[in-house]
């Protein structure tokens, strides 16, 4: 074989290669958001300096936060709404990336201390979603 031939079936694969990953991207993604609100949002563990960006679904009962690029379909966190207690939204002094003008929430969840970055409006939604009745509990409000 050629050199010119070799080259272009290593082109071809690397680029059906990176076809091949951003579908499954997109299709991770469409699988994610199907039946849960999905939104963008940063995770700062304790002992970490920076944020990591991925995505944070309400699922019923759970908070669930997945990597933005990876290939598990399954939350990398997840917190129960009865034990996840948010603090109040601060400006973030610090630049996230994906998230130029977010809000910042210190999180609690069994005694565990994280940050989370988001956009106001992605905060104004957990903050209802957190403080209104579970699913399947018959709550009376007058």
Request: aromatic share 10%.
């Amino acid at each position: 074989m050629s050199p010119v031939v070799v080259f272009e079936i290593i082109v071809g694969t690397l680029a059906l290669l990176a076809v091949l990953a951003l579908a499954y991207i997109f299709v991770r993604r469409r699988l994610l958001s199907s039946g849960a609100p999905l939104m963008l949002c940063a995770l700062r563990l304790p002992g970490r300096s920076s944020y990591r960006l991925g995505l944070l679904r309400f699922s019923g009962g759970t908070l669930e936060w997945f990597t933005l690029i990876g290939p598990s379909p399954r939350p990398l966190r997840s917190w129960d709404r009865p034990r996840l207690e948010l603090g109040p939204p601060e400006v973030s002094q610090e630049p996230v990336s994906g998230l130029p003008d977010a809000v910042t929430v210190q999180c609690r969840y069994d005694g565990e201390e994280f940050r989370i970055a988001l956009a106001p409006p992605a905060y104004t939604a957990m903050r209802s979603w957190l403080e209104s009745s579970p699913p399947g509990f018959n709550v009376n409000v007058a």
